[in-house]
C-alpha cells in the first residue's frame, strides 16, 4: 500500500530536480500510470490494513482512491498536450504538485486514522493553491489567494473537532484513541455531547473542503481561473476526499448513536446545496464559474443520500464515481473551449460543436450526464437516492431533491446551449483547435460514463453497498 503513496512523490521529487522543462510532464505521466497500477494490485492483493491499522484499503477507499486514480491518470494524458502548448509558463511546481496532491489524496482514502486523515488533507490544500495560479493573472491569485485562506479556516475548525472526538473517548472506558476502529468498537462509551460537538466542527471543517453551501465562496473563483485539469481534479478528486473524511465523521456518529443528529444535518446541508445552485445556474454567463456551482449541486447530492442512510448513501458512494468522471469530462472539454476562443464567458463563445467537433459535442454530453439524464450512470445513482429517500417516508425530501434537479437543468442547458449551437462564425479567432491528447482524455472518460451507466457489473454493486454499510444505518 505505501507504493502508491511514495511513488508520486519520488516521481514529485524528480519533477521538481528536473531542469528541462518539456520532461517534467513525462514524470507527471510516469506517477499516474504506477499509482494506477498499484492501485489495480491492491484490488487483486486485498492487502491487510498497514502502518498499525492507520492505513486500510476497505470499500470506501476502494472506490473513492480508484476514481482519483483513473481520473488522475486521464488527466496526466491530457497535460501532455496542455503544457506543450503552454511553453510560456514554468510547469515546475504545477507538475511537482499534482503529483504530491496525488499522494496527498491517496492517504486521505485510506486513512483509519482521523489525525493522520486531517493532515492528509491540509496537504491537498497546501499543494493545490500555488497551483490555481498557473496562469500568472491578479485574478489567478486571487482565486488562489481565497482558495488558501477559505480552506485553511476549515481545516482549523476540522482540527478542532478531532479533538473534539479524541475527547469523545478520553473519559473512563473510552478508547483514548483516533482510530477509526476504536472509535467505533467504543460505541455508547463516547461521551455523546463531545461527539456532537465533534462532528458539528468536522462538518463545517470538511464540508468546506467539498464546498458545501453556504461554505462554497472558494469554488467559482477556484474552478473560474484553474487550468481545465486542475478544475477536474478539484472537483472529481480533492471534493471526493472531503466526501469521505466527512463519511469516517459519520461511522463514528453512528457507532456512538449520534447518527440520526449527524444525518439531519447533512440532509439540511444537502438540500441546501442543491438550493443555492439552482438559483446561481440561472443566467449565468462563464460557463466555467457555471461548473463551479454544479459542483455545489453535487457535493449537496453526496451530502444528502450520505445524511439518507440505507440504500441512498449507497447511491451516495456510486454518485462519488460518477461525479468524479464526469466533472472530468466537463473540466476538460471546458478548457479546450477556453483556449480556444480565449474567452469563458457565453457572450464571446457560440458554436463550440462546429468549431471544436469533438470537445463541443463532448461538452453537451457532459452537461446531459451530469444533469442526471440517462442512459449516462449519474442518472442510476441519482435515481438510487431518490429511491432511497422515498423508501424510508421522506418524501419532501424526494420531492425537493427533484425540485432542484429540475431547475439547475433548465438552469445549466441554457448556459451549455449558448456555448455549443450556432454559427462561430463571428467568434473571436481560434488559438487552438482539438487534439488527439486534449480532446482524446475527456471522450475516454465519457465513454467510461456512459459504459457504467449501460452496464454495472455486480462486484461494483456489491462494493457500493458494503461501503454504505461501513458508514451506518
Not at 58 to 73: E, N, R
Not at 394 to 402: A, D, E
Request: proline share 5%.
Amino acid at each position: 500500500m505505501s507504493f502508491v503513496i511514495l511513488a508520486p512523490l519520488a516521481l514529485a521529487a524528480l519533477a521538481f530536480a528536473n531542469s528541462l522543462q518539456t520532461r517534467r510532464p513525462l514524470a507527471l505521466l510516469a506517477g499516474a500510470l504506477l499509482h494506477l497500477a498499484g492501485v489495480a494490485f491492491l484490488w487483486i492483493a486485498r492487502p491487510a490494513p498497514a502502518v498499525g491499522g492507520w492505513l486500510e484499503f476497505d470499500p470506501l477507499a476502494k472506490v473513492v482512491l480508484t476514481m482519483i486514480s483513473v481520473l488522475f491518470a486521464v488527466c496526466a494524458v491530457y497535460a501532455q498536450g496542455y503544457l506543450a502548448r503552454r511553453p510560456d509558463r514554468d510547469n515546475r511546481i504545477f507538475v511537482g504538485g499534482l503529483l504530491v496532491l496525488l499522494s496527498a489524496m491517496t492517504v486521505v482514502a485510506c486513512s483509519q486514522h482521523l489525525g493522520l486523515l486531517w493532515v492528509a488533507i491540509e496537504l491537498t490544500t497546501l499543494c493545490t493553491a500555488p497551483l490555481i495560479y498557473f496562469d500568472k493573472s491578479a485574478r489567478s491569485l486571487e482565486a488562489a489567494w481565497k482558495y488558501l485562506l477559505v480552506c485553511s479556516l476549515g481545516i482549523a475548525l476540522a482540527l478542532l473537532g478531532t479533538f473534539f472526538l479524541a475527547l469523545a473517548g478520553a473519559g473512563e472506558g473510552g478508547p483514548r484513541s483516533l482510530l477509526l476502529a476504536d472509535l467505533v468498537s467504543a460505541g455508547h462509551a463516547l461521551s455523546s455531547p463531545w461527539v456532537r460537538a465533534g462532528f458539528v466542527f468536522l462538518l463545517v471543517g470538511y464540508g468546506t473542503k467539498m464546498g458545501l453551501a453556504p461554505l462554497h465562496s472558494w469554488k467559482p473563483d477556484a474552478y473560474g481561473e484553474a487550468p481545465g485539469l486542475l478544475g477536474a481534479l478539484l472537483s472529481g478528486g480533492v471534493t471526493s476526499v472531503g466526501f469521505i473524511a466527512l463519511a469516517r465523521v459519520v461511522q463514528v456518529c453512528s457507532a456512538a448513536g449520534e447518527g440520526a443528529f449527524a444525518r439531519d444535518a447533512l440532509v439540511g446541508m444537502g438540500l441546501l446545496s442543491m438550493a443555492l445552485a439552482a438559483v446561481f445556474m440561472i443566467g449565468q454567463r462563464d460557463f466555467k464559474r457555471m461548473l463551479a456551482y454544479s459542483s455545489v449541486e453535487h457535493m449537496g447530492i453526496l451530502a444528502l443520500g450520505l445524511g439518507l442512510g440505507g440504500t441512498a448513501a449507497s447511491g451516495a458512494v456510486f454518485h462519488t464515481l460518477n461525479n468524479g468522471l464526469t466533472k472530468g469530462v466537463l473540466f476538460l472539454a471546458a478548457g479546450n473551449i477556453h483556449r480556444s476562443y480565449g474567452s469563458k464567458l457565453v457572450d464571446d463563445v457560440r458554436g463550440a460543436a462546429r468549431r471544436l467537433p469533438v470537445s463541443g459535442p463532448l461538452f453537451l454530453a457532459g452537461f446531459l450526464a451530469v444533469t442526471g439524464s440517462p442512459p449516462f450512470s449519474p442518472f442510476f445513482s441519482e435515481f438510487t437516492i431518490l429511491n432511497g429517500a422515498m423508501a424510508s417516508g421522506r418524501f419532501v425530501v424526494g420531492g425537493l431533491f427533484l425540485l432542484f434537479l429540475s431547475v439547475i437543468f433548465v438552469g445549466m442547458g441554457a448556459t451549455v446551449l449558448k456555448v455549443v449551437q450556432g454559427d462561430p462564425g463571428g467568434a473571436p479567432e481560434m488559438h487552438h483547435a482539438d487534439s488527439w491528447l486534449t480532446a482524446g482524455p475527456p471522450l475516454l472518460l465519457m465513454a467510461l460514463v456512459l459504459a457504467l451507466g449501460l452496464f454495472l457489473p455486480q462486484e461494483l454493486k456489491s462494493l457500493f453497498d458494503a461501503a454504505a454499510a461501513q458508514v451506518g444505518d
